[in-house]
């Protein structure tokens, strides 16, 4: 549906025409507009009209009818009318109908409901052809006001299928086709081939009633049914098809004219190469011309197509009159015959021709006379008695002797074989047909032969310089199927013109069956009367050699042959100019929709719309064709784009039936998707049944334009029949996930991606991204997530903004995947909303992918760490595998080349399998393929380290993991200094900065505490004022900054050993501040209780902290393991490490990043792994 831009309405009544039946050039102002309630203001020209009794109608009223409820003053020059209200002096902008108030906010996106139907009632869709173009082309001609379309169905379409079924076939090739198929497999090829067009038409029916069709006919069906991918793969398919359907009507013009209208124009003599070089020469020059006519003027082919059609069915009847003629009267084409083999045209079949009689006395032997019949090959005795007649060799003779003497050594088959004629139209009641009823298939070289005459057995095969009539071509049930399918195309026709229609979701089936109907009866009624009227020879004689170089459908045709030759002539020329026509606009019609970038400029044309850049690449393809120079080369072709076309147009049908589309509401009823699947079948089994290395050329180059607008095309959203399959297929699958938990054999990595932007919605660590790619090789499910803080209200817009910030670098990065993005108020709820929402059924994430938050001992904020461990604690607690990437930076891009290296993996506990599978997918990319694998373990005082290596490698080999197994043995050792005072630094730094933390909150209270804040206490509204300005500005500002944060920074107020307020609500807040009573006592007093480290005793205090003997031993084990792991895996790429669990009280989550960070120190790259708590791997098949 084609939105309408409303424009500007004058509101002075002198900027308005006369509104009385007496203003006749209302429909001439484009600058008068009607004004609606609903702020939408329509153009006149779409509302107004001219009457029959040259009064004025609005919106369809009656010709002597004004507008309900409305006025015109012309004294005063005001309007009073229920569109234009002026009584209260506002202004019209701001004027909305007074029954929808409540709907007057969203008017500008809900218009009202009579406007939208005034929009629908006025929508005109320009058709792919025609009408528009020519009035473009009446240079100074004034331009019309548009009409309603008025063609019906006769002339909308049953005429036009006609033109464009009725083709070239019908009158060269035919006869032909029953002539060597036979009369009941000619029946079938055609009965096939109309029961698919028909099938296709019943298809094309449902869909073209489905909606109104625009321009592209057939294409944009196809598209909107199937999608772009589909739609623009077909699309060229049907272009191709009717490019080449062009080239194929010329080279038919050309047949007929070298052949049969004017022989004398050949520039090449002699046959075969020599005509296919004319072929070439005329048909490019005819192809020019053609191209020039329609680069010229479309109008020019429209006003020549009524006579194009009128040549076509003269032809047709008068074919069907000479059929019933020929059983009274005879036809006098007689077809000379050697034996059984059929001889090319001769003015003479005989071998000998008389000249008189001559007297044999002393020309001869006294008793005998040496003489030469017309019956007999050699020498006869006759009585001296008789004369003798003397006779001349013919051409024949000579043809097949080398010579005009009698005596002449001569071909043995023409020496054993007579001449005879027969008819070659016997006539409809002759009972040829009984011969005509089997094929007769022939290989390339081989001369016509009838079957029914005698012949000497014993000859040798035929050679070229005799004249006989031989086959130009193999023949076989599958060729004549492609060459014969072309007749049948161009059912199309009346959905192309949809926009001339009065009533297009009526015409269409209509028109279109009706044509299909009448066009099946010509060719099986055809069938039946060529083999029943005409001699097998003549039907396998494709060129009429033996019928005196007459066009065979020609001598059947009443009362000439002529009407036939002239009548196929015109109609294949004008065929030809609809091809020309029709496939340019189909091509712009693909350019303009911007499916496939590269034909954009084929979009664009002259100023009048015609596609000038269209035509020419119609016409350099419709060339190629034409070089071909085979009509029976070029048929098939064509016959594959065609049957595609209808593949898919059968397959939308189906499919929108099956998947029962809210949108699939046809006006035509009478279908069915059985019907479409038989269609279907039948396009498919026809494409290899005609030519199978043609259908698999056609089938790749539509999945190569397929693939082509996948991946770079644009993006469209129609609707389409393939999105709905798959959201029935999502849905099945997804069904089917949920009936049970997936096995370990079927686990797979589904990722949920966290990522951090800043404050310019940029993501911090993009590397995250491309190693989720790594991980992922293209498979399984990918969501990637962010957290905007804020009111869901307030940050939708920022929220949207994400969402495609992440989508434009999952589309960098080559990720296939999902974007969720979650506003909520704290960064730490967001996370754990989307790690328990995300997914769908059984496609629910299994796996968390985050970033390692590097700044967090520099940073006074503790929420950016306690998110993180948050997090971790939330994927445990969901059962969830956690990878923690860290030094993202230094992991590799996508586009570094491959390296040689290590992948280490550190086993030192096991959490379901995660360190063994991940590194085998790592290594499917092309970055870590060349990489190798190493274990390492780690083996206590009590373990046999030995037993443990070759379990571990037996283990390896069942898992089918080819991997370096080490087994690292830790001796118990005491704590050392070093892992003493680290942890008393990591305990000093901890309690340092809570005392930090807690003398901020005591500065905070210190405002409230000063005595100029008391004594604003008891002054009235001015100070409070002030103040309760200044706390809503903070409150603003904070929000602020907390809509720019994103995952990481958390504004919570749990922070350790004491609160922090927020100033959530400015009101509340001063309420409570401002009554609370505060003595000096209790000022000192709360200032000594919350002192912190503000005192030098605090210091004191802090100093003399001994360590937590759990927290040296946590240490401990962390430097242990860190020298371990530096000496042994220093120089490897990857390091994967098993990453332990935060601590049950939340007291010691600050020491936690502090033993990771001592576990991993040294260490370039490090993925920290964390399993999930079921089993990933199996030894099992």
């Given at each position: 549906?084609?939105?309408?831009?409303?424009?500007?309405?004058?509101t002075?009544a002198e900027?308005?025409p006369?509104?009385?039946d007496?203003s006749p050039?209302?429909?001439?102002?484009?600058?008068?507009?009607?004004r609606?309630?609903?702020r939408e203001s329509?153009?006149?020209?779409?509302?107004v009209s001219e009457?029959?009794?040259?009064?004025t109608?609005?919106g369809g009223?009656?010709g002597?009818?004004t507008p309900?409820?409305s006025s015109?003053?012309?004294g005063?020059?005001?309007?009073s009318?229920?569109?234009?209200?002026?009584s209260h002096g506002m202004d019209?902008?701001?004027f909305?109908?007074r029954?929808?108030?409540l709907?007057?906010e969203e008017?500008d996106?809900?218009p009202?409901?009579?406007?939208?139907?005034?929009?629908?009632?006025?929508?005109?869709?320009?058709?792919?052809?025609?009408k528009?173009h020519e009035?473009a082309?009446s240079?100074g001609?004034?331009?019309?006001?548009s009409?309603?379309?008025q063609?019906?169905t006769?002339m909308?379409?049953?005429l036009?299928?006609?033109?464009?079924?009725f083709?070239?076939i019908?009158?060269?090739?035919l006869t032909?086709?029953?002539?060597?198929?036979g009369v009941?497999?000619?029946?079938?090829?055609?009965?096939?081939?109309?029961?698919c067009?028909?099938?296709t038409?019943i298809s094309?029916?449902?869909?073209a009633?489905?909606?109104?069709?625009?321009?592209g006919?057939?294409y944009?069906m196809i598209?909107r049914?199937l999608?772009?991918?589909?739609?623009g793969?077909?699309?060229?398919c049907?272009?191709l098809?009717t490019?080449f359907?062009?080239a194929m009507?010329?080279?038919?013009a050309?047949?007929i004219?070298?052949?049969?209208?004017v022989?004398?124009?050949?520039?090449f003599?002699?046959?075969?190469?020599?005509m296919?070089?004319?072929?070439?020469?005329y048909?490019?020059i005819?192809?020019l011309?053609?191209s020039l006519?329609?680069?010229v003027g479309?109008?020019?082919v429209n006003k020549?197509a009524?006579?194009?059609l009128?040549c076509v069915?003269?032809?047709?009847v008068?074919i069907y009159?000479?059929a019933?003629?020929?059983?009274f009267?005879?036809?006098?084409?007689?077809v000379c015959?050697?034996?059984?083999?059929?001889i090319?045209?001769?003015?003479e079949c005989?071998?000998t021709?008389?000249v008189?009689i001559?007297?044999?006395v002393?020309s001869f032997?006294?008793?005998?006379t040496l003489g030469y019949e017309?019956?007999t090959?050699g020498p006869?005795?006759v009585?001296?008695?008789?004369?003798?007649?003397?006779e001349?060799?013919?051409l024949?003779?000579?043809?097949?002797?080398?010579s005009?003497?009698l005596?002449?050594t001569?071909?043995?088959?023409f020496?054993?074989?007579?001449f005879?004629k027969?008819k070659?139209?016997?006539?409809?009641a002759?009972g040829?047909i009984s011969?005509n009823?089997?094929?007769?298939?022939?290989?390339k070289g081989?001369?016509?032969?009838?079957?029914?005459?005698?012949?000497s057995h014993s000859s040798?095969p035929a050679?070229?310089?005799?004249?006989?009539v031989?086959?130009?071509i193999?023949?076989?049930?599958?060729?004549?199927?492609g060459?014969?399918?072309?007749s049948?195309t161009g059912i199309m026709a009346g959905s192309n013109r949809?926009?001339?229609l009065?009533?297009a979701?009526?015409?269409?089936?209509?028109?279109?069956i009706?044509?299909?109907l009448?066009?099946?009866?010509?060719?099986?009624?055809s069938?039946v009367l060529f083999?029943?009227?005409?001699?097998?020879?003549?039907?396998?004689d494709?060129?009429?050699?033996s019928v005196?170089?007459?066009?065979?459908?020609g001598?059947?045709a009443?009362?000439s042959p002529w009407v036939?030759?002239?009548g196929?002539?015109f109609s294949?020329?004008?065929?030809?100019l609809?091809?020309?026509?029709?496939?340019?606009?189909?091509?712009q019609a693909?350019?303009?929709d911007?499916?496939?970038?590269?034909?954009r400029v084929?979009?664009?044309?002259?100023?009048?719309?015609?596609?000038?850049w269209?035509?020419?690449?119609?016409?350099?393809?419709a060339?190629?064709?034409i070089?071909i120079?085979?009509?029976d080369?070029?048929?098939?072709i064509l016959t594959?784009f065609f049957?595609?076309?209808?593949?898919?147009?059968?397959?939308a049908?189906?499919?929108?039936?099956l998947?029962r589309?809210?949108?699939?509401?046809?006006?035509?009823s009478?279908?069915?998707?059985t019907l479409?699947f038989?269609g279907m079948i039948i396009?498919?089994?026809?494409?290899?049944?005609?030519?199978w290395?043609?259908?698999i050329v056609?089938?790749?180059i539509a999945?190569?334009?397929?693939?082509y607008?996948?991946?770079?095309g644009?993006?469209?959203?129609w609707g389409d029949g393939?999105?709905?399959l798959s959201?029935?297929?999502?849905?099945?699958a997804?069904l089917?996930?949920?009936?049970?938990p997936?096995?370990?054999?079927n686990w797979?990595?589904q990722l949920?991606?966290l990522?951090?932007?800043?404050?310019?919605?940029h993501v911090?660590?993009?590397?995250?991204?491309?190693?989720a790619?790594?991980?992922k090789a293209?498979?399984g499910?990918t969501?990637v997530?962010?957290v905007?803080?804020g009111?869901?209200?307030?940050?939708?817009?920022?929220?949207?903004?994400?969402?495609?910030t992440?989508?434009?670098?999952m589309?960098?990065?080559r990720?296939k995947?999902?974007?969720?993005?979650?506003?909520?108020q704290?960064?730490?709820?967001?996370i754990?909303?989307m790690?328990?929402?995300s997914g769908?059924?059984?496609?629910?994430?299994?796996t968390?992918?985050?970033?390692?938050p590097?700044t967090w001992?520099q940073?006074e904020?503790?929420q950016?760490?306690k998110t993180f461990?948050n997090t971790v604690?939330v994927?445990?607690a969901?059962h969830?595998?956690?990878?923690?990437?860290?030094n993202?930076?230094?992991?590799p891009?996508?586009s570094?080349?491959?390296?040689?290296g290590?992948i280490d993996?550190?086993?030192i506990?096991?959490?379901?399998?995660m360190?063994?599978?991940?590194p085998?997918l790592?290594r499917q990319h092309?970055?870590?393929r060349?990489?190798?694998?190493r274990?390492?373990?780690v083996?206590q005082?009590?373990?046999n380290s030995i037993?443990?290596?070759?379990d571990?490698?037996?283990?390896l080999?069942?898992?089918?993991?080819?991997?370096?197994?080490?087994?690292?043995?830790?001796?118990?050792?005491d704590?050392s200094a070093?892992?003493?005072e680290r942890?008393l630094m990591m305990?000093q730094?901890?309690?340092m900065l809570?005392q930090?933390?807690l003398?901020?909150?005591d500065?905070?209270?210190?405002?409230?505490?000063s005595p100029?804040?008391?004594s604003?206490?008891?002054?009235t509204?001015?100070?409070?004022k002030?103040?309760?300005d200044?706390?809503?500005q903070l409150?603003?500002d904070?929000n602020s900054m907390?809509r720019?944060?994103s995952?990481?920074?958390d504004?919570e107020d749990d922070?350790d050993?004491?609160?922090r307020?927020?100033p959530?609500?400015s009101?509340s807040?001063?309420?409570?501040r401002?009554?609370?009573?505060?003595?000096?006592e209790?000022?000192?007093q709360y200032?000594?209780a919350h002192?912190?480290?503000s005192?030098?005793?605090?210091?004191?205090?802090m100093?003399?902290?001994?360590?937590d003997h759990?927290?040296?031993r946590r240490?401990?084990t962390?430097?242990k393991l860190?020298?371990v792991?530096?000496?042994?895996?220093?120089?490897?790429r990857?390091?994967?490490l098993n990453?332990?669990?935060?601590p049950?009280?939340?007291?010691?989550d600050?020491n936690?990043?502090?033993?990771?960070?001592?576990?991993?120190?040294g260490?370039?790259r490090?993925l920290?792994?964390r399993?999930?708590?079921?089993?990933?791997i199996?030894?099992?098949?």
């Amino acid at each position: 549906m084609s939105s309408v831009r409303f424009t500007v309405t004058p509101t002075k009544a002198e900027d308005l025409p006369g509104l009385s039946d007496t203003s006749p050039d209302i429909s001439s102002r484009p600058s008068a507009h009607v004004r609606f309630g609903s702020r939408e203001s329509v153009n006149r020209s779409d509302l107004v009209s001219e009457g029959s009794a040259g009064g004025t109608t609005f919106g369809g009223m009656g010709g002597n009818e004004t507008p309900d409820r409305s006025s015109i003053d012309q004294g005063d020059g005001k309007i009073s009318s229920v569109y234009i209200n002026n009584s209260h002096g506002m202004d019209d902008d701001e004027f909305f109908d007074r029954n929808l108030a409540l709907f007057e906010e969203e008017m500008d996106t809900r218009p009202k409901v009579s406007s939208l139907l005034n929009r629908l009632a006025n929508y005109t869709n320009l058709t792919q052809g025609a009408k528009e173009h020519e009035e473009a082309e009446s240079i100074g001609e004034k331009k019309k006001a548009s009409k309603s379309p008025q063609m019906g169905t006769f002339m909308g379409v049953y005429l036009p299928c006609l033109q464009n079924i009725f083709g070239v076939i019908l009158f060269l090739r035919l006869t032909w086709v029953v002539g060597t198929a036979g009369v009941l497999q000619a029946l079938c090829i055609v009965f096939t081939c109309c029961c698919c067009t028909l099938l296709t038409a019943i298809s094309m029916s449902a869909i073209a009633t489905n909606g109104v069709v625009p321009a592209g006919g057939s294409y944009f069906m196809i598209s909107r049914s199937l999608g772009p991918e589909f739609g623009g793969a077909v699309g060229i398919c049907f272009y191709l098809g009717t490019t080449f359907a062009g080239a194929m009507y010329i080279l038919g013009a050309i047949e007929i004219f070298l052949m049969y209208i004017v022989p004398q124009a050949e520039i090449f003599k002699g046959g075969g190469a020599a005509m296919l070089n004319n072929m070439r020469v005329y048909g490019s020059i005819c192809l020019l011309l053609m191209s020039l006519l329609v680069f010229v003027g479309v109008k020019y082919v429209n006003k020549l197509a009524s006579i194009f059609l009128a040549c076509v069915i003269v032809s047709i009847v008068s074919i069907y009159i000479g059929a019933f003629v020929s059983a009274f009267y005879e036809h006098k084409f007689d077809v000379c015959m050697l034996g059984n083999r059929t001889i090319s045209s001769h003015v003479e079949c005989s071998k000998t021709v008389p000249v008189g009689i001559k007297d044999t006395v002393g020309s001869f032997d006294s008793n005998f006379t040496l003489g030469y019949e017309n019956s007999t090959a050699g020498p006869v005795i006759v009585p001296t008695a008789v004369p003798v007649v003397e006779e001349k060799t013919t051409l024949l003779w000579e043809e097949f002797c080398h010579s005009t003497e009698l005596n002449a050594t001569c071909d043995e088959y023409f020496t054993s074989n007579n001449f005879t004629k027969i008819k070659g139209i016997p006539g409809l009641a002759s009972g040829i047909i009984s011969e005509n009823l089997w094929s007769s298939y022939i290989s390339k070289g081989e001369v016509l032969q009838k079957s029914s005459l005698s012949s000497s057995h014993s000859s040798p095969p035929a050679s070229l310089p005799h004249p006989y009539v031989f086959a130009d071509i193999t023949t076989s049930f599958t060729l004549l199927v492609g060459i014969f399918f072309p007749s049948v195309t161009g059912i199309m026709a009346g959905s192309n013109r949809s926009g001339d229609l009065k009533d297009a979701q009526r015409s269409i089936p209509i028109g279109t069956i009706l044509a299909i109907l009448t066009t099946s009866f010509v060719y099986l009624s055809s069938v039946v009367l060529f083999g029943a009227c005409i001699d097998g020879v003549v039907l396998r004689d494709k060129f009429g050699e033996s019928v005196d170089g007459t066009l065979v459908v020609g001598t059947l045709a009443w009362p000439s042959p002529w009407v036939i030759v002239i009548g196929s002539f015109f109609s294949t020329c004008g065929a030809g100019l609809q091809s020309l026509t029709g496939a340019p606009r189909l091509l712009q019609a693909i350019a303009k929709d911007n499916i496939i970038p590269f034909l954009r400029v084929f979009g664009h044309g002259k100023a009048n719309g015609e596609p000038t850049w269209a035509l020419l690449l119609t016409a350099l393809i419709a060339e190629l064709g034409i070089l071909i120079a085979s009509l029976d080369l070029v048929a098939p072709i064509l016959t594959m784009f065609f049957l595609m076309c209808y593949l898919f147009v059968n397959l939308a049908c189906a499919l929108q039936t099956l998947l029962r589309t809210p949108n699939w509401r046809p006006r035509f009823s009478y279908y069915h998707w059985t019907l479409s699947f038989l269609g279907m079948i039948i396009c498919l089994a026809l494409m290899f049944i005609s030519s199978w290395y043609y259908a698999i050329v056609a089938m790749v180059i539509a999945g190569m334009i397929y693939k082509y607008i996948e991946y770079h095309g644009a993006e469209k959203e129609w609707g389409d029949g393939i999105r709905g399959l798959s959201l029935s297929a999502a849905r099945y699958a997804l069904l089917r996930l949920e009936e049970g938990p997936p096995h370990t054999k079927n686990w797979r990595p589904q990722l949920l991606v966290l990522l951090k932007l800043d404050e310019d919605a940029h993501v911090k660590s993009p590397r995250l991204l491309t190693f989720a790619s790594q991980l992922k090789a293209g498979k399984g499910l990918t969501i990637v997530g962010t957290v905007v803080p804020g009111h869901f209200l307030q940050t939708y817009g920022e929220a949207l903004a994400a969402e495609q910030t992440l989508k434009l670098l999952m589309e960098k990065e080559r990720v296939k995947g999902f974007v969720q993005c979650i506003v909520a108020q704290k960064p730490r709820e967001g996370i754990s909303h989307m790690i328990q929402s995300s997914g769908l059924g059984g496609m629910k994430p299994n796996t968390v992918v985050m970033g390692w938050p590097h700044t967090w001992r520099q940073s006074e904020d503790p929420q950016a760490w306690k998110t993180f461990i948050n997090t971790v604690r939330v994927t445990t607690a969901a059962h969830l595998a956690l990878l923690v990437p860290k030094n993202i930076s230094l992991f590799p891009s996508n586009s570094e080349p491959p390296t040689d290296g290590y992948i280490d993996v550190w086993w030192i506990v096991h959490d379901g399998g995660m360190l063994m599978l991940l590194p085998f997918l790592l290594r499917q990319h092309k970055v870590w393929r060349k990489c190798g694998m190493r274990i390492f373990t780690v083996a206590q005082m009590e373990d046999n380290s030995i037993q443990m290596k070759k379990d571990l490698a037996t283990f390896l080999y069942h898992l089918r993991i080819e991997a370096e197994v080490e087994v690292v043995e830790m001796h118990n050792s005491d704590i050392s200094a070093y892992t003493y005072e680290r942890t008393l630094m990591m305990e000093q730094r901890s309690q340092m900065l809570r005392q930090m933390r807690l003398s901020k909150s005591d500065r905070e209270r210190e405002v409230y505490l000063s005595p100029r804040f008391r004594s604003t206490e008891g002054h009235t509204s001015n100070p409070i004022k002030e103040d309760r300005d200044r706390q809503a500005q903070l409150v603003k500002d904070r929000n602020s900054m907390l809509r720019l944060t994103s995952i990481g920074s958390d504004d919570e107020d749990d922070t350790d050993g004491g609160e922090r307020e927020r100033p959530v609500s400015s009101s509340s807040e001063h309420h409570r501040r401002v009554q609370m009573t505060w003595t000096k006592e209790k000022t000192a007093q709360y200032r000594a209780a919350h002192s912190g480290c503000s005192t030098p005793e605090g210091f004191r205090d802090m100093l003399s902290i001994r360590p937590d003997h759990s927290n040296v031993r946590r240490m401990h084990t962390a430097v242990k393991l860190n020298e371990v792991i530096v000496n042994k895996s220093h120089d490897a790429r990857l390091v994967l490490l098993n990453m332990p669990g935060p601590p049950k009280n939340t007291d010691g989550d600050e020491n936690y990043m502090e033993f990771l960070e001592v576990l991993t120190e040294g260490l370039e790259r490090v993925l920290l792994v964390r399993g999930g708590g079921s089993e990933v791997i199996t030894i099992y098949s």
